[in-house]
């Protein structure tokens, strides 16, 4: 390999390349955005035709993009990307429809289907799915990209900035290129540099992060830590089928129920699944008698950066469903993701990502090596709470009416909850491994469910009920 093409080369770090080394037939470890649009009558039949062929014909092409994996020495290891003007647009965005009028069902029915298809390693990692055929005039694109080049804020970032804030004629594709300010790019590496810690502050932070669960201490006994979670039905073999399952909710009535019981929106979103699970379990008669604990994704994306592929972290919580009374199990995981929150405060900011990516390695061990499944699980699910835009947006002259995310279960881990705000809607994605959780979709009716619940318990006046 000649000096130039070395230069060219670059190396993952070891968290993105993590997802690499996960991915097997059975585990695919991309990442997704169903995006729903509508059409007003008026619009020409050919519209959804014409995004096809604007997404085919970029005029230049972004990171991550044009990234391709490369052979390197050490690749397995280390794996190695390299840009790429040899794109193959008509491979990587698709065109199709659905029978029309597509329904709910239908569209669901595809997206499963979609995304336990891995993706071409030969080929930049993402593809791109324009679906017609919904009906009331709709359509929706499906995004899907790898987790080892984006996280789920870069890649709700990078969607966003390529829609508008008002209807129009022009619109173009998320990877064409745009231009960038000197001065974010300065301030970008600056915030880089401060991110590396040298090893032994590392290594003296995991020995203090370890020391809650070795002492057990009474003042930390709300804090969970991986390994603390009981072996459930969420836990088993996960096969390259999947199923997914979205509900879209009304902020407002998540934000009633969060100022009058003094919590979080979070938290609140954290009980509503906490219930559909507990009401999904005890129906296949399989809820643990130990509460289930998830694992819940934080950003660590410093401001300015929008180049590292995944800047996230994780904390634990207890989803406290050992508990009947619903304001009773709402207060408890609250309680538990304050310990959680506070805990990571108290680490210095440049080892909060070292940090909580090493305490994620044993899990990602035992995936590795295909035996995630038969062991005592780091933690029982995953629930991701991704902000999005907070106005409506348009593709053209199309409107964006729903962004679900559709996510990774993987070995172990059976099923993954994901949801992104927009436009004052909570948007969630349940996806699932088909055969290891049966009737997945049920989650997303008992979630509703659980939000109707929680509004009775606290006593909220019918108007709060109603408001959408």
């Not at 409506?392 to 199309?398: I, K, R």
Request: overall charge positive.
């Amino acid at each position: 390999m000649s000096s130039a093409s070395q230069q060219s080369v670059k190396r993952l770090k070891p968290l993105d390349a993590a997802f690499l080394a996960l991915e097997t037939r059975d585990t695919p470890m991309h990442v997704a955005a169903l995006q729903i649009f509508s059409l007003h009558d008026q619009v020409h039949d050919e519209f959804v035709k014409n995004v096809v062929q604007r997404y085919r014909q970029p005029s230049a092409v972004d990171a991550p993009w044009n990234l391709r994996l490369v052979r390197v020495p050490f690749g397995r290891v280390v794996p190695a990307f390299k840009v790429t003007t040899n794109i193959d647009f008509e491979y990587h965005v698709r065109h199709s429809s659905l029978p029309r009028p597509g329904g709910e069902r239908e569209l669901g029915e595809l997206i499963s289907h979609l995304h336990g298809t891995p993706l071409d390693r030969s080929r930049p990692l993402w593809t791109c799915h324009i679906i017609e055929g919904l009906s009331g005039g709709r359509f929706a694109i499906y995004l899907k990209i790898h987790h080892a080049i984006a996280d789920g804020v870069q890649g709700m970032r990078m969607i966003a900035r390529a829609l508008e804030s008002t209807p129009g004629h022009h619109f173009r594709p998320p990877w064409e290129s745009v231009p960038k300010s000197d001065t974010g790019v300065l301030h970008q590496k600056k915030s880089r540099a401060a991110l590396t810690p040298p090893p032994v502050a590392v290594l003296h932070e995991l020995a203090r992060a370890l020391r809650p669960a070795l002492l057990k201490r009474r003042d930390e006994a709300e804090l969970v830590l991986p390994f603390e979670s009981p072996k459930s039905k969420l836990n088993g073999l996960v096969t390259n089928a999947r199923r997914v399952s979205t509900q879209s909710l009304p902020i407002v009535r998540i934000k009633r129920i969060g100022d009058t019981a003094g919590v979080s929106i979070n938290d609140v979103f954290l009980s509503l699944c906490s219930t559909a699970l507990r009401r999904h379990l005890q129906s296949l008669g399989s809820l643990p008698k130990q509460s289930l604990t998830a694992a819940v994704p934080v950003s660590l994306r410093e401001d300015g950066d929008s180049k590292s592929a995944n800047a996230i972290g994780f904390v634990w919580s207890s989803l406290a469903t050992d508990r009947d009374d619903p304001l009773s199990r709402l207060q408890a995981i609250a309680r538990s993701m304050r310990a959680s929150k506070a805990y990571l405060k108290s680490m210095p900011s440049s080892m909060r990502l070292p940090v909580t990516s090493m305490l994620a390695v044993p899990g990602t061990v035992l995936g590795m090596l295909g035996i995630a499944h038969r062991m005592k699980p780091a933690m029982n699910v995953v629930i991701s709470n991704v902000p999005g835009p907070g106005k409506t947006l348009y593709l053209g002259s199309a409107r964006l009416d729903a962004i679900y995310p559709v996510s990774i279960p993987s070995q172990g881990q059976a099923l993954n909850i994901t949801c992104v705000s927009y436009a004052g809607r909570l948007n969630i994605g349940f996806t699932g491994s088909r055969d290891a959780l049966p009737s997945l979709q049920k989650l997303s009716v008992y979630t509703a469910d659980a939000l109707y619940e929680l509004e009775q318990s606290l006593e909220l006046p019918d108007d709060a009920i109603t408001t959408e």
